[in-house]
């Protein structure tokens, strides 16, 4: 965020032998897989250990882990601000995993970078386990207009990819309240398309221009500029 990795280039050259899965004598060999080892001369930070174990996929924009800051890990340096979201366990239980939000509670990112507008392809996906079946969104911003904003929300009954003024795709699904889920939406410039825990959801074809708004808001609907 971005993350520079001093290293040497020149290490020092072991004087006798260099082994993976085997310290050399006595036995104790590993009994296993290993992959992706690495050395850096020098001791990385706590930022710098997360990003490496985090294993980012290429073309990510901005990513949040909610591994206990809020910190984006991309290159974008969205970094949030909290008004009222408390940390709490994540689906695998893990302390400081996730964020529960009081239905008044949100995350925001003023001027965000890197952003997808216009008509640029877009994927969004995340984690969600709600406990309500009124209208909540995970994510949005953009503009007011129709077609110019972008927002991935829930309710008792549906799911959807919002884009403002009624120029969304929504399509209903079979329950999951108080149950994580994994929800991603994409725009590909044509088409938008729901998966809901990977399963395909349908797609439907919708003409957006989405708007570079102030502000990237996680748990509420934008104040659409």
């Known amino acids: 965020f971005p993350v520079t990795i001093v290293y040497s280039t020149d290490p020092n050259t072991p004087t006798v032998s260099f082994k993976v899965g085997y310290a050399g004598f006595g036995g104790d060999y590993f009994l296993g897989k290993i992959s992706n080892v690495r050395f850096f001369q020098g001791a990385l930070d706590n930022g710098l250990m997360q ?61 965000p970078n890197s952003l997808p507008i216009a008509s640029s392809s877009r994927t969004i996906c995340s984690w969600f386990q709600t406990i309500a079946n009124s209208n909540q969104y995970i994510i949005s911003y953009g503009l007011n207009a129709a077609g110019t904003g972008t927002a991935v929300g829930v309710n008792g009954a549906n799911i959807g990819m919002i884009g403002g003024g009624g120029v969304d795709w929504i399509r209903s699904h079979a329950g999951f309240q108080k149950e994580w889920a994994h929800l991603c939406t994409v725009y590909d410039g044509t088409n938008a398309s729901i998966y809901l825990n990977g399963a395909f959801y349908g797609s439907t074809l919708l003409s957006w221009n989405t708007g570079a708004g102030t502000d990237l808001f996680i748990g509420r609907y934008r104040d659409w500029e």
Not at 76 to 92: E, I, K, Q, Y
Not at 94 to 105: K, L
């Open 51 to 111: 990003a490496l174990a985090l294993q980012i996929p290429n073309g990510v924009v901005t990513y949040y882990a909610f591994n206990g800051n809020l910190d984006d890990f991309s290159d974008s340096g969205n970094h949030l601000t909290n008004s009222g979201a408390v940390p709490s366990t994540d689906r695998f239980g893990q302390t400081n995993g996730s964020y529960f939000f009081n239905g008044v509670a949100y995350l925001q990112r003023s001027n």
